[in-house]
């Protein structure tokens, strides 16, 4: 166990062909090709521990994760000879090795997830997997004005998607900044950490309010009502990226 | 013949998963995919002129393309009716009736491409259909002070790919921009009309300008050996976008 490391790495995936991150029987995880590369590269069986779950079809520009594994490679080259054992759509970016007691999702303070939207009334074929398409104007300024009401730590039930087995369901958002480039809006929201599906309800929701569907002030009365009935539909997941994930050892 | 309609598209489409514009036998073409698409909807034939011939791989933002079609269907809600029958990945952004004599083609003044590269020395798995990977630092100042070279009228042989079949090689090019933002360049090109391959061509040579490879004032004897194995790689398609096609009644 002498030559033991912690390794980290930041990955870029594109969630289009995937069932999301975690191993699950009879899909295609983007955790399993990671392990699957790094048994090729090394002939070593490891568990890669994630930041956090993406689902399918949602993507990742700085997932990070970390893995235990007995090897002479140094782990800034990591990624470099990973690379070359993993699909196209899945990639390191960084790799280096970390304290013993690095663990991605334990040790993650802060994540940034990035929702984009596009607004058109045709279908955008180069957006297909990569935005979700609306067909009417959003008003931002209210948009703005309701994810004010998010911002905190709430209990955020009418929020989370079903089959969620999480305890607790409350949540701090640290911030929900919305921004419009010619037809393109980005949401992007920092928290502590998040519940299933929750940038998504989010997302649907700030539409509905952009729409005129709902008014910003009921944002507070959804959240205290602590009911997912009242909250707006799931945006599909395309349009969701995990951008960043932010840990106390890199300040 | 009364109801005759010259129908004109505007065509957004991800070339990843074909084999370029014109029809081939045994071959994906977006050709062959609109024309199908018209006649589900029409049930009529009808032949689609358009305004370039992309490349396997090669996308565009906005490809023209005409076809002359009994319907009573108006010409700006064609591009409904026809998105309901067309791929995911290939769409009418616009569409309407116009002038008998107009061609796509042979109408045509101006076009636009756009050419996109990254600066990475890893691969980036959401750009990889979209970009071309360039894993060192280009010098964009010798990079524009090479394409002023190209600006003008001139013998373009250096530039053209293999099997062509062109007579001529005079073409114009009206302007090369080079813009730097964040490690993305993009290179814009616009001219009259392109000899096969010479935007990708103009690229390859342009990057081992910017590599240090080639001298900028070393474009002037390139352009006037009249060899293509004095000029430069040829980039890679899936950088590489048909932007706009620019006609006089539209101005």
């Known amino acids: 166990m002498n030559n033991m490391k912690n390794i980290m790495l930041t990955l870029e995936y594109d969630g289009t062909n995937y069932s999301g991150w975690q191993i699950q029987e009879n899909a295609n995880s983007i955790q399993a090709e990671i392990q699957k590369a790094i048994y090729t590269l090394t002939k070593k069986e490891v568990t890669l521990i994630g930041a956090g779950r993406t689902d399918a079809k949602v993507h990742a520009l700085g997932q990070v994760a970390n893995f235990f594994i007995e090897t002479s490679i140094p782990g800034e080259s990591f990624k470099y000879a990973l690379n070359e054992y993993l699909p196209e759509d899945i990639k390191a970016v960084y790799s280096n090795e970390v304290p013993k007691d690095f663990h991605a999702r334990f040790s ?51 929020f989370e998607g079903r089959r969620s087995f999480t305890k607790s369901k409350i949540r701090t958002l640290h911030s929900i900044e919305i921004h419009k480039r010619d037809e393109f809006i980005d949401i992007v929201v920092e928290g502590e950490s998040f519940l299933r599906n929750m940038v998504r309800i989010i997302t649907g929701t700030l539409v509905e309010v952009g729409t005129g569907k709902k008014n910003p002030s009921e944002i507070k009365l959804i959240l205290e009502a602590q009911d997912r009935r009242l909250s707006g539909h799931t945006a599909p997941p395309q349009g969701l990226y995990l951008e960043k994930v932010f840990y106390d050892i890199f300040k």
Request: proline share 2%.
């Open 108 to 158: 993650a303070i802060k994540k940034r997830y990035r929702y984009k939207i596009y607004l058109s009334d045709v279908e955008r074929p180069l957006l297909r997997n990569y935005a979700y398409q609306i067909d009417r104007n959003l008003d931002i300024n209210k948009m703005k004005e309701a994810s004010k009401y998010l911002i905190g730590t709430h209990n955020f039930t009418s």
